[in-house]
T-cell receptor, first 112, second 114 residues
Framework: AQSVTQLDSQVPVFEEAPVELRCNYS??????LFWYVQYPNQGLQLLLK??????LVESINGFEAEFNKSQTSFHLRKPSVHISDTAEYFC??????????FGQGTRLTINP | DTEVTQTPKHLVMGMTNKKSLKCEQH?????MYWYKQKAKKPPELMFV???????INESVPSRFSPECPNSSLLNLHLHALQPEDSALYLC?????????????FGPGTRLTVT
């Protein structure tokens, strides 16, 4: 069965500092990987996805994630964060269509 | 239009009430989902409809009854809920249920059961 572990429940960083949110998954077959962001009192928004091809995927707002099959990881990074990046970030894995399994989430807090 | 809309935004109901949550998308997606999210927790899948047919029920209690009247609409009928059912209910849609396409989420309905 697939599972997702987000290693940090909370990550506080200063504005303009780099950040990495860690995600490891467990699966016996090929997987599809996603990062979603949830701002306070809102639904989830897709940040980026890995389905196949290049292992480095990027979002339009400066985040990137790298799929590492040997380490079963899909860590999310941003070289310089802004106050507006404060949110809950969920890593998710899908072995087959329809079923997304989410990690427990990482709360990213940006301090001025 | 990449929007999933949900109504109402907030709902307070007693344990003997009957109410419904509504979800709508106009992206031509053929798979729609209901999730339940408790505070500080990830979303938990409840139901999946694919091509207007129920394809997944994650052993959800019968006091929650989903309905998919057409490919754009998804309802969740609520009856005799318990206080522990208070949560954010999220609707999502994806292109279809056969491929791992990303799911688009609505803003959710925050339900309080008194």
């Amino acid at each position: 069965a697939q599972s997702v572990t987000q290693l940090d429940s909370q990550v506080p960083v200063f504005e303009e500092a780099p950040v990495e949110l860690r995600c490891n998954y467990s699966s016996s077959v090929s997987v599809y990987l996603f990062w979603y962001v949830q701002y306070p009192n809102q639904g989830l928004q897709l940040l980026l996805k890995y389905l196949s091809g290049s292992t480095l995927v990027e979002s339009i707002n400066g985040f990137e994630a790298e799929f590492n099959k040997s380490q079963t990881s899909f860590h999310l990074r941003k070289p310089s964060v802004h106050i507006s990046d404060t949110a809950e970030y969920f890593c998710a894995v899908s072995e087959r269509a329809q079923k997304l399994v989410f990690g427990q989430g990482t709360r990213l807090t940006i301090n001025p | 239009d990449t929007e999933v809309t949900q109504t109402p935004k907030h709902l307070v109901m007693g344990m003997t009430n009957k109410k419904s949550l509504k979800c709508e998308q106009h992206m031509g997606h053929r798979a729609m989902y209901w999730y339940k999210q408790k505070a500080k927790k990830p979303p938990e899948l409840m139901f999946v409809y694919s091509y207007e047919k129920l394809s997944i029920n994650e052993s959800v209690p019968s006091r929650f009854s989903p309905e998919c009247p057409n490919s754009s609409l998804l309802n969740l009928h609520l009856h005799a809920l318990q206080p522990e059912d208070s949560a954010l209910y999220l609707c999502a849609s994806s292109q279809d249920g056969a491929s791992p396409y990303e799911q688009y989420f609505g803003p959710g309905t925050r339900l309080t059961v008194t």
